[in-house]
């Protein structure tokens, strides 16, 4: 029985909200309509693009592959670089490369060793044939400004491809 009350007492309340009196709406409405139109602004001038004629003589054509490409797209082989899986992970490849930084060399009997610093400022000894950055990086080489690095990149086709990077002294790569 409570719940047929509902319907009547939202009927009777939304009686009380109509008003039959509207001349205030009118007189705006007609106030709005008795305002002058503003101007439209004028279409912009279109301005011709000024041409160029690109000659290339004795440059490389830009949609012929060039060599280094033209690998990648071949696709996968047995030959050329490969990661070991099997190789222990080392604690700086846990960090991307751009993240690290060398802070400096040390000489210890004869072996020269690079000084890397982690994000959360760690300090680790590293020597050539160490491994750091999250693409494979071997040190190839240390020397008294940088320490450089052949990484391996994914070609997208399942095989890779050596590249050469380098940390250099007191900047992040």
């Not at 000894?125 to 320490?147: H, M």
Request: negative net charge.
């Amino acid at each position: 029985m409570r719940k047929s009350l509902y319907p009547i007492l939202a009927v009777l309340l939304l009686t009380g909200c109509v008003q039959k009196d509207m001349r205030d709406l009118e007189e705006y409405v007609a106030e709005v309509k008795a305002r002058p139109p503003t101007p439209i602004d004028p279409i912009p001038q279109i301005t011709q693009a000024e041409t160029f004629l690109y000659i290339g003589d004795n440059r490389r054509d830009p949609f012929v592959p060039t060599e280094e490409i033209e690998d990648v797209l071949a696709g996968p082989t047995e030959e050329g670089p490969r990661p070991d899986p099997h190789r222990r992970k080392e604690e700086l490849e846990a960090f991307p490369l751009d993240s690290l930084k060398m802070v400096g060399t040390m000489d210890r009997d004869g072996q020269k060793w690079g000084l890397v610093q982690t994000p959360d400022g760690t300090i680790h000894r590293v020597k050539a044939g160490n491994y750091l950055g999250q693409n494979d990086g071997r040190i190839v080489s240390i020397e008294d400004e940088r320490i450089n690095i052949v990484e391996l990149i994914p070609n997208g086709r399942g095989g890779y491809l050596e590249r050469r990077a380098s940390l250099a002294l007191g900047e992040r790569s």
